[in-house]
């Protein structure tokens, strides 16, 4: 794990193997910089020009200097701007970072230090850029490395992260930085769970991390139900999408109490399919490739379960993940087939592919029965179609919630995790009827718009409790061209989910 600490010592006084100054667009050449050109580099100035250095976002200068006979790399990266006379956002701080973080690795550095930039040029606070500093030091830093035999191969591995701030601030800082470094080990440890091989990270596999997090955090209470108990209970979906693979189904459920007296509950319910091949109406090789992330929800909402055990919010929170393997054989689920779900309503199969919406009925059936719910939220890698329509950099949100959306946005823009809505209206819901049953398990080729139509699809699983359903099949894996990702995956909803559980506020 990265060390992180405060320090209220004087930039340059620092030992370290990078000074790193973020500056926003347009900056002037102030006493800091001059500082710097004293010590370190006498033309920076004439340096700046010459690169053409203004600041832009993600914008570098790299300079080698010597500072008190120790070698050093000074880096200055461009905060970039706001528009209007909008403060900067913060988002611009993570990329900028991000990009610091991958830089050291090119640098081979093992130490980095930087100044937190002022909270106020982003109307936060400082323990809110200070916990953002942490989670994306963690993130950025993330590699996936298991299956590397050449040790070289790693690089060097930054060991430790030296902010400075004002020493008013310290103790806020330390704070923020603890908060973050927890949540960014749940991002990187739900990265890990979907980065492994798919046979490696199999539901039983999922269900022994789980295992081993109740375990270590005695405010959690964990069940197990095997596939066994899963068909006795009348889970047909769960039940039904894991008939073709040889390994059993799981239903992972672990809850979380505050000890906060009335304290509101909501529940995440987390889609897990730890692979899916599409069953009998099998997918084309390229579409398979990188099914090992289906089950990204389901490892996002038991990594943020941990990280709550820790933080521990003023809510009680129940994190749900049923788990399965998507596969065709003999024994498989047909196109066809009906199957019955946990609350007594039936679904006509058309399509084996659609399976993600089959388990989550069973476990979103299951959390409005046994508890009494304020919120249901749950996220999945769940259509194609939302993958194409808002791409990697934006998560589905579907809801009739006003006031729950209100929430989950809020601590979208606040987390990193950016979500945006689409219309559950009306009109879509007859996508998905046929005579065969209640519902059908795809939606008619007339009304497409696939995204919405698993939502609706879903929502007949939520009773009266207020839910929101995120599609995280574009956010979940593979988002290029942020700097604080890299190939594989995100950890998408793991941010967002924290924020949301430590900020409910009654
Ligand atoms: N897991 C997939 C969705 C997916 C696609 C996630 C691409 C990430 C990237 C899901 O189970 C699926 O196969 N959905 C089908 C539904 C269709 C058969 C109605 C899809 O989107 O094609
Ligand atoms: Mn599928
Ligand atoms: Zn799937």
């Known amino acids: 794990m990265i060390k992180i600490k405060v320090s209220d010592e004087k930039i340059l006084a620092r030992k370290t193997d990078m000074f790193v100054f973020m500056l926003e667009e347009n900056f002037a050449f102030g006493a ?50 706001s528009n209007d006379k909008k403060p900067l956002n913060v988002e611009n701080y993570r990329r900028a970072l991000g990009c610091v973080v991958k830089l050291a690795a090119s640098l081979k550095a093992e130490t980095i230090t ?20 942490a989670i994306i030091v963690d993130m950025a830093a993330y590699q996936f490395t298991t299956f590397w035999t050449d040790k070289e191969r790693k690089g060097t591995q930054l060991a430790e992260v030296v902010v400075g701030g004002d020493a008013k601030d310290a103790k806020a800082m ?39 997090i109740a375990k270590e955090h005695k405010d959690l209470k964990l069940t197990v139900f095997s596939e066994k108990e899963i068909n006795k209970m009348g889970m047909g979906g769960l039940g039904g999408v894991s008939r073709g693979s040889d390994l059993d189904c799981k239903l992972v459920i672990l809850e979380y109490k505050t000890k906060t007296k009335n304290a509101p509950t909501v529940a995440f319910v987390g889609k897990g399919i730890t692979f899916d091949s599409g069953g009998l109406s099998i997918k084309p090789a390229d579409s398979m490739e990188n ?11 038991i990594a943020t379960m941990e990280a709550l055990a820790i933080l521990k919010p003023d809510i009680n929170v129940i994190g749900l993940a049923p788990i399965s393997e998507n596969l065709p054989s003999g024994k498989a ?28 009925a069973d476990a979103l059936s299951y959390a409005v029965k046994h508890y009494k719910l304020d919120a249901i939220m749950d996220l999945a890698t769940l259509t194609g179609a ?16 006003d006031d729950f959306v209100a929430r989950v946005q809020q601590a979208a823009d606040l987390s990193g995790d950016r979500v945006w809505r689409l219309p559950l209206h009306e009109d879509y819901k007859a996508a998905i009827v046929t005579p065969m049953a209640d519902l059908s398990n795809t939606g008619s080729s007339r ?37 604080y990702y890299r190939t594989g995956a995100t950890g998408a909803g793991v941010r967002l989910m924290i924020e949301l559980a430590m900020n409910w506020k009654k």
Request: hydrophobic content about 45%; some cysteine.
């Open 32 to 81: 800091l910089l001059q500082e710097v050109a004293k010590v370190a580099f006498p033309q920076l100035k004439q340096l700046f020009e010459y690169e053409k250095f203004t600041g832009k976002l993600m914008s570098t200068v790299v300079v080698p200097c010597v500072i008190g006979k120790k070698i050093a790399h000074c880096i200055f990266v461009g905060l970039g701007k």
């Open 114 to 133: 930087l100044d937190l930039p002022s909270a106020q040029m982003f109307d936060v606070s400082v323990e809110f850029l200070a916990k953002q500093t």
């Open 174 to 212: 330390t704070r923020g930085i603890i908060e973050g470094q927890c949540i960014g080990n749940a991002v990187n440890k739900t990265r890990h769970w979907i980065d492994m091989p798919p046979s490696s990270m199999t539901p039983d596999h999922m269900a022994d991390r789980a295992q081993k």
């Open 291 to 301: 099914m090992k992330d289906d089950m990204s929800g389901a490892a996002a909402v």
């Open 333 to 360: 689920l047909k196109p066809g087939d009906v199957v019955t779900f946990y609350n007594g309503k039936t679904a006509e199969i058309k399509n084996t592919d659609a399976e993600g919406r089959l388990v989550l």
């Open 386 to 401: 939302c993958a194409y329509f808002l791409g990697p950099y934006f998560t589905g949100m579907l809801s009739r919630h």
């Open 447 to 483: 009304i497409k718009s696939g995204t919405i139509t698993a939502a609706w699809f879903l929502s007949n699983f939520v009773d009266d409790v207020p839910w929101v359903h995120l599609d995280i099949a574009g956010t979940a894996y593979d988002v290029p061209d942020i700097s």
